[in-house]
């Protein structure tokens, strides 16, 4: 198997040393609200707050070739070019590695004598890239060569910037001084923010106009100035603006020379935007290129970023006998929360960064894999999340980032997302202690004046589901449940309307899903138990309610939402079974195998062991567990747009990894330790997949894997932004590891097999730092923490 790199644990870094990935393996830079993108080459975008709406770099999805522009830096050393990162020009380097850090990347090229290594990052409280340049000639000569650095500016609307040509054109506007280059393009009008590249030292020379700087027939791995080893001094006017600063650079034999450039962004107030007419202010940007002119600042800045990573990564670590799991658990599981946290499903190289919003439950589902490292960002999630719902409990589908508004185009009617919200507060308060928040005034649909408290948006979210039952009794589905592409009331004709926005048919739909059962059923004995905790003492006629709803829906699943041998997947909208035996197709689903079983509907009767029997014969693979089988091999119009997908990929009999935790915590629940392990294994990338095969990156889940039925089964896409990273970080770490968080402490319930031994987590909770060893000796069941603030050391047998 063809290696592509490896793991280096110890530094958290993974070390790409082939440039040419199966498809570029990107890594996230940002921690706060200017974030990163940067591939294996440097190729890549950054924005701020939005990826839409403030984009700074200009990216081109679908390219030919892959992944072409990002923050490139050119040598022209005698006639040879070449870059650090190997693109654009694809010259053959003596040495190439690109590490992949927690919030950096760190890119290393060497060709003929000259060493380039290109350290990126983006440093907590600013809001720019660092670009720290370190050349080395390592030959025996003195060495004469010029480094070019080369950007290319976004009109700043990611969309219009790809669409309204007969404008863009004429509107690009840079200034230029002897050390840094600004983009201004539309600050003449609405705009308050402009962007700048600016380097610690003068340029030699420079180039702002792309077609003088690349040629009009050239590509980024030919700039016609490059090879001439000249600029042309161009100051764009419209076109398209870039930023390509030139350095005439000596050294010595074994000599050393550090840049420092900085990619940054500034919003001026409205009154102080200029200096003089159609001058920019550029005070920010001076002061941000002062605060990185020296090596020795731009050390002390990714020391801070070092140690805000160091200080999230201690709040949950464990040491096992298995390197991949401690791996995944230690660094790379927890780093993917954070990230998908930031960008929720906006911005990958899979999601363009200007379709989707926030969704409302994939931000809710998102909050499990954070609420230990930053439960104050996950509050504030929480209220902005609940401020788009609406009065009777029904929530817009997703919100802007920008606007915390809801997003009109996608509308609501998705009938699972109320329960999320109640999913996300509780994980919240289990780990925080916050009762508070319930009490939180939170409006409906931001509309001032509509505030209730959150634990109001609770109670309406619960009953949403109980105002909208079917005929069985079973939730109605609504547009779909969490399965975006079962759109049982659409019934679509026409290639160009969206399954998910179009007009559903829901005037006597008798479309039902037990996912949305099984997810009422965990959530309201979840929400039960919220509302008895004394801190919260609710109306225990109000409680009762909720558990003989809970009851009443139990009930219902065992009589109608049982097929024999699993659970049901749903009734369509004419009442007939989806993922039945008597189906031809898609006769077992995973969805409700998974949410039935956490909610240990009909345990006792044994309907959990058979559904997860069930899961392991009709949808494991050894690459994880498929969404339906059999695929679907054509188009049902009464099912939307799952079964216009070809028969293995993604809702059609993909791997959707998302909902294999689902099974796996529904073995841990029914104490099946080896079929949760080995799920676990088949979907975690770092127990040893073949690279090749994978394509994506190695170091994070994606969201989808080629399902058995397709043509390269194994084959992975939607890497980094997906719900599996905080489930599988729920699963592992509360399930397999068993750690889980209470209102009142800790309960340690693990599963995992015996042959396992031993392992130690040191975990902080709220004000307390648990030092616990765990011996694993066949006894089974579980032992209760009190949280009480301190250093705790437990050794637990069990
Ligand atoms: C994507 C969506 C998520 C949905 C899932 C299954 O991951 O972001 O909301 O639940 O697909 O369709
Ligand atoms: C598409 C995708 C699905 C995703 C949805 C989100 O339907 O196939 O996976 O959940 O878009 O809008």
């Known amino acids: 198997m063809k290696e592509f790199g490896h793991f280096d644990d110890k530094a958290r870094e993974y070390v790409v040393t082939e440039p040419a990935t199966p498809w570029p393996w990107i890594n996230y830079m940002g921690t706060e609200d200017f974030f990163s993108l940067i591939s294996n080459t440097a190729g890549g975008y950054c924005f701020c707050r939005d990826a839409k709406f403030r984009r700074i770099l200009r990216y081109r999805y679908n390219g030919v070739p892959m992944d072409a522009g990002g923050r490139y830096f050119y040598l022209k050393d005698g006639d040879t070019v070449w870059?650090?990162?190997?693109?654009?020009?694809?010259?053959?380097?003596?040495?190439?590695?690109?590490?992949?850090?927690?919030?950096?990347?760190?890119?290393?090229?060497?060709?003929?004598?000259?060493?380039?290594?290109?350290?990126?990052?983006?440093?907590?409280?600013?809001?720019?890239?660092?670009?720290?340049?370190?050349?080395?000639?390592?030959?025996?000569?003195?060495?004469?060569?010029?480094?070019?650095?080369?950007?290319?500016?976004?009109?700043?609307?990611?969309?219009?910037?790809?669409?309204?040509?007969?404008?863009?054109?004429?509107?690009?506007e840079v200034e230029v001084e002897p050390d840094a280059i600004y983009h201004k393009t539309e600050y003449r009008e609405r705009r308050d923010h402009y962007a700048f590249y600016g380097v610690n030292r003068h340029f030699d020379g420079f180039d702002t106009d792309r077609e003088t700087f690349i040629g009009m027939y050239n590509g980024f791995d030919a700039p016609q100035q490059v090879l001439a080893g000249t600029s042309g001094g161009s100051v764009a006017h419209g076109w398209s603006p870039v930023a390509a600063p030139r350095f005439d650079i000596t050294l010595e034999a074994g000599a050393s020379e550090e840049l420092v450039f900085v990619l940054g962004y500034?919003?001026?107030?409205?009154?102080?935007?200029?200096?003089?007419?159609?001058?920019?202010?550029?005070?920010?940007?001076?002061?941000?290129?002062?605060?990185?002119?020296?090596?020795?600042?731009?050390d002390a800045a990714f020391t801070a970023l070092k140690a805000f990573w160091d200080d999230l990564l201690s709040r949950f670590s464990v040491a096992s006998v298995v390197p991949e799991l401690d791996r995944t658990v230690n660094i790379w599981n927890q780093y993917q929360c954070m990230i998908t946290f930031f960008m929720s499903r906006s911005a990958?190289?899979?999601?363009?960064?200007?379709?989707?919003?926030?969704?409302?439950?994939?931000?809710?589902?998102?909050?499990?894999?954070?609420?230990?490292?930053?439960?104050?960002?996950?509050?504030?999630?929480?209220?902005?999340?609940?401020?788009?719902?609406?009065?009777?409990?029904?929530?817009?589908?997703?919100?802007?980032?920008?606007?915390?508004?809801?997003?009109?185009?996608?509308g609501g009617g998705f009938n699972d997302d109320p329960l999320w919200l109640i999913f996300g507060t509780v994980a919240y308060i289990k780990e925080t202690g916050d009762f508070g928040i319930l009490q939180e005034p939170v409006p409906f649909d931001n509309k001032p004046?509509?505030?209730?408290?959150?634990?109001?948006?609770?109670?309406?979210?619960?009953?949403?589901?109980?105002?909208?039952?079917?005929?069985?009794?079973?939730?109605?589905?609504?547009?779909?449940?969490?399965?975006?592409c079962l759109n049982l009331n659409c019934f679509s004709d026409n290639p160009d309307e969206s399954f998910q926005t179009t007009e559903n048919k829901t005037e006597g739909s008798q479309a039902e899903s037990l996912m949305i059962a099984g997810l009422f059923v965990a959530e309201g004995r979840d929400f039960a138990q919220l509302l008895e905790h004394p801190r919260v003492a609710a109306d225990p006629a109000y409680v009762a309610e909720v558990r003989a709803a809970v009851a009443a829906m139990e009930t219902a699943v065992k009589k109608d939402g049982w097929d024999g041998e699993w659970f049901l997947r749903a009734y369509d909208f004419y009442?007939?079974?989806?993922?039945?035996?008597?189906?031809?197709?898609?006769?077992?689903?995973?969805?409700?195998?998974?949410?039935?079983?956490?909610?240990?509907?009909?345990?006792?009767?044994?309907?959990?062991d058979k559904a997860l029997d069930s899961a392991v014969k009709y949808l494991e693979c050894e690459h994880g567990l498929v969404l339906n089988a059999p695929a679907y091999t054509r188009y049902l119009k009464e099912y939307g747009e799952i079964s216009s997908y070809p028969q293995g990929y993604k809702e059609n009999a993909g791997i959707f990894c998302h909902n294999n935790p689902w099974v796996i915590i529904g073995e841990a629940m029914a104490g099946r330790a080896e079929n949760a392990w080995r799920h676990y294994c088949q979907i975690t990338p770092s127990f040893g997949k073949?690279?090749?095969?994978?394509?994506?990156?190695?170091?994070?889940?994606?969201?989808?894997?080629?399902?058995?039925?397709?043509?390269?089964?194994?084959?992975?896409?939607?890497?980094?932004?997906?719900?599996?990273?905080?489930?599988?970080?729920k699963c592992v770490s509360e399930f397999i590891l068993g750690v889980k968080p209470q209102y009142d402490g800790l309960l340690i319930e693990p599963c995992l097999p015996l042959r396992y031994g031993q392992y130690r987590i040191q975990r902080r909770f709220r004000d307390a730092d648990y030092d616990i060893t765990i011996r694993l000796t066949g006894a089974g069941g579980s032992r209760f923490i009190p949280y009480r603030p301190g250093r705790q050391v437990i050794d637990i047998e069990i």
């Open 449 to 484: 004046g509509t505030e209730v408290s959150l634990l109001d948006h609770l109670k309406i979210s619960f009953k949403h589901v109980t105002d909208n039952l079917g005929p069985h009794g079973l939730p109605l589905i609504g547009r779909a449940d969490w399965n975006d």
């Open 266 to 298: 500034v919003e001026n107030p409205p009154e102080a935007k200029f200096t003089a007419p159609g001058v920019i202010n550029k005070a920010p940007a001076r002061a941000m290129l002062q605060a990185f002119a020296t090596p020795a600042q731009v």
């Open 575 to 608: 009442g007939n079974k989806i993922g039945s035996h008597t189906c031809e197709e898609g006769k077992i689903f995973i969805e409700s195998q998974g949410w039935c079983t956490m909610a240990r509907i009909g345990a006792e009767e044994g309907l959990c």
């Open 690 to 729: 073949d690279q090749s095969l994978r394509k994506v990156e190695p170091y994070v889940f994606c969201q989808m894997v080629a399902g058995r039925d397709a043509a390269r089964p194994g084959e992975g896409k939607n890497s980094w932004l997906t719900g599996t990273a905080a489930w599988t970080w």
């Open 83 to 172: 870059n650090p990162g190997w693109k654009p020009c694809k010259t053959p380097l003596d040495f190439y590695e690109c590490r992949h850090g927690m919030g950096y990347t760190r890119i290393t090229g060497e060709k003929n004598g000259l060493r380039a290594e290109v350290l990126f990052f983006v440093p907590v409280g600013y809001r720019c890239e660092i670009h720290r340049v370190r050349l080395t000639n390592t030959s025996s000569a003195h060495k004469s060569f010029q480094l070019y650095g080369l950007l290319e500016w976004c009109l700043w609307n990611a969309s219009t910037d790809m669409e309204n040509f007969q404008r863009n054109l004429s509107t690009g």
């Open 348 to 410: 990958s190289y899979f999601e363009s960064g200007i379709g989707r919003g926030m969704g409302f439950r994939d931000s809710n589902q998102d909050l499990a894999g954070i609420v230990h490292l930053i439960p104050d960002r996950a509050r504030q999630r929480i209220l902005d999340i609940a401020a788009t719902q609406f009065p009777d409990g029904g929530c817009y589908h997703q919100y802007q980032p920008l606007t915390k508004r809801g997003n009109n185009d996608i």
